[in-house]
C-alpha cells in the first residue's frame, strides 16, 4: 500500500491587523565621517495595542542610490520581536552616497501582517550642537545667577528696612548696597 499524499493545510487569509511602530530611525541621519549609524528599532501590536513577542520582522534598505547594508552585502535582514514586541536592525552600514532613503518594514505573525516605511538620511556629517546656542538655560549665564543673587539681596535688604521702620528708633542705619546685604553701619 503506498502512502497517502499529505494533505495541505487549509490556509486562514492574510489580515493586515499588525501595528508596526518606528521607536528609533524615523528620520534620523547618519554620519558617514564618523562612521555613526542612527539606531533602528521598532515595536510590532497586535489589534488590541499588545506587544507580540516572536513576530518576524524584515528591514529592507534601497538597493540603489542612498542606502545601508546589512553584513554580507545584504539589503534586509530579518529578526524576532521580543517580549516587548521589539525588534532592533543591528551591524547596519550607510553606503556612504549622501542623500535621503526610505527604510521598509514588514512584521508578520502567523496569518497577521503589518508594514511600515519611514525615511533616514546619509549626511556628511551631523552637525555638533554648538556650546553656546541661543537654547541654552538662563541659569547657566553668569550674569544671570549674579543678577539673581543681587536681586535676592535687595529684597532681603528691604524686607529688613520695612521690618524695621515700625519698631523702637533706635538710631539705627541699615543701608543696601549692590552685592550681599551689610546690616548696620555703612562701609
Do not use: C
Not at 501595528?19 to 521598532?42: C, T
Not at 513576530?55 to 517580549?83: H, L, M, Q, W, Y
Not at 541659569?139 to 529688613?160: E, T, Y
Request: aromatic residues 6%; glycine residues 10%.
Amino acid at each position: 500500500m503506498s502512502p497517502t499524499p499529505a494533505q495541505p493545510l487549509a490556509q486562514l487569509p492574510v489580515e493586515q491587523s499588525l501595528k508596526v511602530l518606528v521607536l528609533a530611525g524615523n528620520g534620523e541621519m547618519n554620519d558617514l565621517e564618523r562612521r555613526v549609524m542612527a539606531p533602528l528599532v521598532v515595536q510590532v501590536l497586535d489589534q488590541n495595542d499588545r506587544p507580540m513577542e516572536g513576530a518576524e520582522v524584515i528591514f529592507r534598505f534601497p538597493i540603489d542610490g542612498p542606502s545601508a547594508t546589512f553584513p554580507g552585502g545584504k539589503s534586509s535582514i530579518t529578526v524576532r520581536t521580543n517580549g516587548n514586541g521589539q525588534a532592533p536592525a543591528v551591524n547596519w552600514m550607510a553606503n556612504g552616497q549622501v542623500g535621503t532613503f526610505q527604510v521598509h518594514v514588514n512584521a508578520t505573525y502567523g496569518n497577521q501582517i503589518g508594514e511600515v516605511t519611514f525615511p533616514m538620511s546619509n549626511v556628511t556629517r551631523v552637525a555638533d550642537e554648538k556650546k553656546n546656542s541661543k537654547h541654552e538655560k538662563l541659569w547657566s549665564h553668569r550674569w544671570f545667577k549674579i543678577a539673581v543673587i543681587g536681586g535676592a539681596a535687595a529684597v532681603i535688604g528691604i524686607v529688613i528696612l520695612l521690618a524695621t521702620r515700625g519698631g523702637s528708633k533706635s538710631g539705627t542705619t541699615v543701608t543696601i548696597n549692590p552685592g550681599p546685604p551689610n546690616v548696620g553701619a555703612p562701609h
